[in-house]
Every structure is written in C-alpha cells, then in structure tokens.
C-alpha cells in the first residue's frame, strides 16, 4: 500500500476541510489517505447492511460503487458535505454508505415493486404508467431529498424489513421507528402528489 508524507497526513486528519478541498480536487495523496483513514469505517457500515457472511467479493463491489458514488458528477456528493467536524463528516459519510448498499442489495435482488404501505399512497394507481420508472423516481427521491433517517426507514422498507427488525438495525425503539416512518410518507406523499404521479384529474 502506498504511504504518503507524514506532515500532510496529520494535517488532512486533523483539518476536514483541508481533506475535503483536496478530495474534490483528485488528489492522489488525499485519495489515500481517506481510504486509509476511512476504509475500515465504509466496510464496517457495509457489513451492517450485507450482514458479516455475504459474500466478500460482494462487499467489494459494494465498496466499488461507494467511492465511485462520490467521484462522479464532479464530486457533487463530496461537494455538498457543509460541516467540517470530522464527526459530522464520519455521520454523513455512514449515511451515504449505508444507503449505497441498500441499494446494491436492492438491485442484486431485483426490487421491481413499492411494498403495500408505500403503494397505498398513491391517490390514483391508474395514473402510473410504468411502475419501474416510478420506483426509480422514488427511490432517487429518497436518496436525494429526505433526512438521513427518514430515507434510511423507507429504504430498509423497500428491501421488506418489517419495523421491529429496522428498530433492532438502527438501534431505536419501535416508537420511534413508527414515527420516523409516520413523518417520511408524509414527505413521501406530499412528493407524489406535487410531481403529479397520482394525482386525480
């Protein structure tokens, strides 16, 4: 594995935004680093989701896709992060993982439809042409648009957890759970029914 100076590693660990300006810049030595630094972090978020015995060649894949997620479209993803706390950095870094391997499981499993809850918030089925596209539509959303949290219960729905089993994964209780699941179809809903998919004529 490839080292890098000393100085420069001390301060990309202790200065976020130093790291950051140089990741979005295609440094080689940045790029390093955080793969040295953060690696361990981004598989251990992976093995949350994929469970420790999925296949390793899997969670390399999975890895893959992660840090191709944050090189592509000019580092947009790297670009956003607004905080320079490494905590919160370490927080939206977990975020993004962890919804980048739902979704690498999502389409090795071939999730091709809403569960019932989710279909149930569409006011008119009949104006939905193509379920596939719409799914997609929801899902982007999800990534996109709402919190960590609220995205992260809609997600795990999408791969047919129940809510005990997504309390037990993000270590909350089921009241919380229901209500971060409660306020997320609100937002989900109020999506649907402004892009107008469903709406009634």
Request: charged share 25%.
């Amino acid at each position: 594995m490839e080292f890098i100076n000393a100085e420069v590693y001390v301060k990309m660990y202790q200065d976020i935004s130093y790291l950051l300006g140089k990741l979005v810049s295609g440094d080689n030595d940045a790029w390093v680093h955080f793969l040295q630094h953060y690696g361990r972090f981004i598989y251990h978020c992976i093995n949350k989701i994929m469970g420790y015995t999925a296949y390793q060649e899997d969670k390399d894949e999975c890895f893959e896709e992660i840090i191709k997620a944050m090189i592509e479209d000019d580092y947009r993803r790297l670009k956003q992060v607004r905080s320079h706390e490494e905590k919160v950095f370490r927080s939206w870094l977990g975020s993004v993982t962890t919804r980048r391997a739902i979704n690498f499981i999502r389409v090795k499993k071939e999730i091709n439809s809403l569960p019932e809850e989710m279909f149930e918030l569409i006011p008119d089925k009949g104006a939905v042409p193509d379920m596939t596209v719409f799914l997609s539509q929801i899902i982007d959303y999800i990534e996109g648009q709402l919190n960590p949290k609220e995205g992260l219960v809609l997600s795990y729905l999408l791969e047919g957890l129940n809510l005990e089993e997504i309390a037990k994964i993000m270590g909350y209780g089921i009241t919380t759970i229901y209500n971060i699941k409660e306020n997320a179809f609100s937002a989900l809903r109020n999506f649907i029914n402004s892009s107008g998919t469903g709406e009634k004529n």
